[in-house]
C-alpha cells in the first residue's frame, strides 16, 4: 500500500501525541469562584453545586489557600450580602461582603488575584440586575450604581472588575468613576457575550439571585444571536473593556471561536453553574467518567480559543493538568 499520508503516525505513542497537541492548558489560565455568605460563620456545603461551599467572611481564606494547595492563583468573588433593597445598595457599601473579603484576602494573600464580579442581582429585593422602572430595568441609572460598585471593589483592594450585569455603557461608566478615583490601573472584564440561559440554575440557588418575577431577557443576550455576540464585544472594546468574556462556554463554542478570531483582547469563556452541575449529576448517576468529562469539555473551550477559563472545576482541572490527564 504506497499511502502517502498517514497521520496515524503523529498518534503512535503518547510521547509523540504530547509534542504534537495544538491546544496546551495550564493551571495559570483558571479563575475558581467563590461565593461569600455575609450571614455565614464558617463553610458550608452549597446543596445546587456538589462539591463547592459558600464561605463566610471569616472564612474566605480557607477557600484561597484551597486554590493555593491545588496551584491555581486567580479567584472571582461573589457575595450574598445580609441586606437587600430595592436599588442594591449593600453592593457599594462600605463594609459589604465583597468588600471585607476583598480585604481579608489581601491582607494574608497579597498576590492571589482578585477579580470580582459586578452586578446587582443579589443585592436587590427583586433579583433583576439593576435598578427597576416599573417592571423595566432603567439602564442608565444602574450604570450610576454599577460604577459605584466596581469603585468600592477597587478601593477594597480588587485586582480586576467583571461587570456581569449586560447594560448598554457599563463599561465606559465604570472606566470612567475608576479613572476619576485613581485606579487607571484596574482592568475591566467585561462579560460581553453574556447570554439569558438556562444554564444559569444552579448559581441562581447559591447566591439567591433568581429575579422574583420575569426574567432577564430584556438585558442578556437570545441564545440565537452570533452577531449579536460580535457587537457587543466590539462595543465593550471601544469602551475600554481590557478582556472580553463569552458566558456559558460548551453550548457557545461557536461564539467563542469567532470571538477569539475577531478580536485581539484576552478572550475569557465561563463554564458556569448549569454545566458543572450536568457533569457532576450525569456522573453521580454512574454515566460517564467525571474525570474524563470535565477534562474534555475544558479542553474544548481552550480549543475553541479561550485564554482563560471561569470554572467550578479549577481546582480538580490543575490538578489533572499536572498530572498529565490533559495537555
Ligand atoms: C450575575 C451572574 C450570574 C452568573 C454570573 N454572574 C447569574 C445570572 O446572570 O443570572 C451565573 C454564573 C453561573 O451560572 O455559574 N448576574
Keep these: 500500500m504506497e499511502l502517502i499520508n498517514r497521520p496515524r503516525r503523529l498518534r503512535r505513542s503518547d510521547t509523540v501525541r504530547r509534542l504534537c497537541r495544538e491546544t496546551r492548558l495550564s493551571p495559570d489560565a483558571l479563575i475558581y469562584p467563590i461565593f461569600v455568605d455575609e450571614a455565614l460563620t464558617g463553610v458550608r456545603p452549597i446543596e445546587s453545586l456538589p462539591g463547592q461551599n459558600h464561605y463566610g467572611p471569616d472564612s474566605v481564606c480557607e477557600a484561597v489557600e484551597d486554590c493555593l494547595a491545588h496551584g491555581v492563583t486567580h479567584c472571582i468573588l461573589f457575595g450574598l450580602p ?10 457599594w457599601a462600605e463594609r459589604g461582603v465583597i468588600q471585607e473579603a476583598i480585604r481579608a484576602i489581601k491582607a494574608k494573600y497579597p498576590d492571589f488575584y482578585v477579580i470580582t464580579d459586578v452586578c446587582m442581582c443579589e443585592y436587590t429585593d427583586h433579583g433583576h440586575c439593576g435598578i427597576l422602572r416599573g417592571h423595566d430595568v432603567d439602564n442608565d441609572e444602574t450604570l450610576t450604581v454599577l ?52 444554564f444559569y440554575g444552579p448559581f441562581r440557588a447559591a ?43 460548551l453550548s457557545y463554542l461557536d461564539v467563542i471561536r469567532e470571538c477569539a478570531d475577531r478580536f485581539d483582547l484576552p478572550l475569557c469563556a465561563y463554564s458556569v453553574s448549569g ?19 470535565m477534562c474534555e469539555t475544558a479542553l474544548s473551550v481552550f480549543r475553541a480559543g479561550a485564554n482563560m477559563l471561569i470554572t467550578y472545576y479549577a481546582k480538580e482541572l490543575a490538578d489533572a493538568i499536572r498530572a498529565g490527564e490533559i495537555g
Design 82 to 91: 445580609k441586606e437587600k433593597d430595592a436599588c442594591g445598595s449593600s453592593a
Design 147 to 198: 460604577a459605584r460598585t466596581a469603585l468600592s471593589h477597587a478601593a477594597a483592594g480588587a485586582d480586576m472588575v467583571a461587570p456581569s450585569d449586560m447594560m448598554d455603557g457599563r463599561v465606559a461608566a465604570i472606566r470612567e468613576v475608576l479613572d476619576g478615583a485613581g485606579y487607571q490601573h484596574v482592568p475591566i472584564l467585561a462579560y460581553s457575550a453574556k447570554y439569558a440561559s438556562a
Design 207 to 249: 447566591a439567591g439571585s433568581a429575579p422574583s418575577f420575569g426574567d432577564r431577557k430584556s438585558y442578556q443576550m437570545d441564545p440565537h444571536n452570533r452577531k449579536e455576540a460580535l457587537l457587543e464585544c466590539e462595543l465593550d472594546i471601544a469602551e475600554g473593556a481590557d478582556l472580553i468574556m463569552v458566558k456559558p462556554a
Design 275 to 293: 454545566e458543572y452541575a450536568m457533569i457532576k449529576s450525569a456522573s453521580a448517576a454512574g454515566l460517564v467518567d467525571e474525570r474524563r468529562i
